[in-house]
């Protein structure tokens, strides 16, 4: 007997897809800074990654508005969605600030940061896609959000690090001072919103333990 697969719901697909332009833009911003040369060209990718992650983001609200029936509750879907389409929004601010501050090259605390942010994101997306099976997947969901709260414990005592080590310099211009405390602070704010979804996430499966 042919057995035919069921089709996966449109909302698994689109957060999916989604989580996708969240990995998407952090590996553009993370060859961004270790290339400073191309900092404009890596903007325009990262500016037609942010539009595709909002369409997405459209996608799902409509859908939401006309769905009956969703596979989460729909309050979740919403706090996903929303979630990771601030997390492009925030990497698309960073590599902005870095342009428009015509900043130096960058300093060891960014790339530390925007590391720990690639980190963060990946778990994000190993995540999502283990959304559709979501009872059988439930024990490596929690061990990812268990491993993004670390990364941002990491990141809040790196942060603090590179800003005392910046107001410590005495050869740094000051100006570039404030450039690199706000860019390391947009940084900061990504990783953040990853322990936010973390949290979102861990939500959703205690619903179903």
């Not at 961004?32 to 909002?54: G, R």
């Not at 690639?118 to 896609?129: A, H, Q, R």
């Not at 000051?174 to 990783?191: G, R, S, T, Y």
Request: net charge negative; hydrophobic share 40%.
């Amino acid at each position: 007997m042919l057995h035919l697969k069921a089709k996966e719901n449109d909302f698994y697909v689109l957060l999916r897809e989604s989580a996708d332009q969240v990995v998407k833009s952090s590996l553009i911003l993370s060859s961004a800074i270790d290339n400073h040369s191309a900092l404009s060209e890596k903007m325009a990718e990262l500016n037609e990654t942010e539009q595709v992650a909002d369409e997405i983001t459209k996608t799902i609200m409509v859908k939401l508005n006309k769905t009956l029936v969703t596979p989460l509750d729909r309050e979740d879907i919403y706090s996903l969605a929303t979630i990771i389409d601030d997390l492009v929004d925030f990497i698309q601010g960073a590599l902005e600030r870095m342009i428009m501050y015509k900043a130096t090259e960058p300093i060891h605390g960014a790339r530390e940061l925007i590391r720990i942010l690639n980190d963060c994101v990946l778990l994000i997306k190993e995540s999502i896609d283990c959304l559709s099976s979501i009872k059988t997947n439930i024990k490596d969901i929690m061990i990812n959000t268990d491993r993004i709260h670390s990364l941002e414990t990491v990141c809040d005592r790196l942060y603090r690090q590179e800003v005392a080590k910046l107001f410590e310099e005495e050869d740094i211009n000051p100006i570039e001072i404030i450039k690199w405390k706000e860019i390391l602070e947009h940084l900061e704010d990504a990783i953040d919103r990853c322990e936010d979804l973390s949290d979102t996430l861990k939500g959703v499966i205690l619903k179903y333990v």
